[in-house]
């Protein structure tokens, strides 16, 4: 059973303009799903409309948010948030601007298990060296004090894991988290989220644009071009035999680093061609142009 359907789901600006053309995709407990594209496929925009936080300019206009069997578009403002605060989290792309630069790393932990889950402060705190101390991160006390500024940006994103997870939240979306980090710490870090996801079993909704960080992380994808889905295919079926054309030029343009000296391959004119004809043709049907 999914614990997240997004059924049909279209968001366009208020101003117009459409960002995600009746977009359906499922989610089940437990399981990675990867969202890939170009930028400015929508593959943010989904997940801000799951947990709410579409920018003011963008509305919903049709479709369905289904979490654990409740169509979240239908419920009041406040129940809403509610209800993805205590069964949703983030993590976001840049973690030194999703940190609050005046507050020391604690309480930006230990807010999140007081506010969701009611804890006394002492408790919270405990948990938190505890969730320091299972992302890898030595001497938590220590790190409890600091300042963002003053730790790495390997350990910066290693805590907004640990906040993710602090309140054993059934799905995580993960927006691009390794993208501000070098090469190095970036497989640590795709390293830890998995593993953390294996042990707590929560269902992840990962943003990427690099297939091979999907490959390794993911169990399906979704397969995104201008706020429109193309693909929907397990891991293994889409990496042996991808069925859209669009998909095939994004796995062929994908650099081999087996072979340094290969040029990049971009995706054919022809091919971009085709899916704008596709995305025009949807707006037609849904009488968006």
């Keep these: 059973m999914s614990y997240l359907e997004i059924d049909r789901l279209t968001v366009r600006l208020k101003g117009g303009g459409t960002l995600l053309r009746a977009v359906s995709l499922q989610v089940a407990a437990g399981e990675v799903r990867g969202l890939v594209g170009e930028s400015g496929a929508g593959k943010s925009m989904i997940g801000k409309a799951v947990l709410g936080i579409l920018p003011r300019a963008a509305e919903v206009v049709s479709g369905r948010i289904v979490l654990d069997g409740v169509d979240l ?14 069964s949703c989290a983030l993590i976001p792309q840049d973690p030194l601007t999703a940190l609050n630069p005046s507050r020391r790393i604690g309480p930006q932990i230990t807010d999140r298990l007081v506010d969701i889950l009611r804890w006394n402060r002492g408790r919270a705190e405990g948990r938190a060296r505890e969730l320091l101390a299972e992302v890898h991160i030595p001497d938590p006390d220590r790190v409890m004090r600091c300042y963002p500024h003053e730790l790495s940006g390997g350990m910066r994103q290693r805590i907004l894991i640990a906040s993710a997870f602090a309140a054993e939240p059934k799905l995580i979306v993960a927006d691009e988290p390794t993208t501000a980090l070098d090469v190095t710490v970036q497989k640590q870090i795709l390293k830890l989220i998995k593993e953390m996801q294996l042990r707590h079993g929560t269902a992840l909704l990962f943003v990427s644009h690099d297939l091979g960080v999907v490959s390794k992380v993911c169990q399906s994808l979704t397969v995104l071009y201008a706020g429109m889905v193309l693909e929907d295919a397990g891991i293994g079926d889409f990496f042996r035999a991808p069925r859209h054309p669009y998909s095939a030029a994004l796995l062929a ?32 049907r849904a009488g968006h142009v």
């Design 253 to 284: 343009a994908t650099p081999k680093y087996t072979d340094p000296t290969a040029g990049l391959i971009p995706v054919p004119e022809a091919v971009l061609a085709a899916v704008r004809a596709e995305v025009a043709a949807a707006d037609r």
């Design 73 to 86: 578009l239908t419920l009041p403002p406040a129940e809403r948030r509610r209800r993805v605060g205590a």
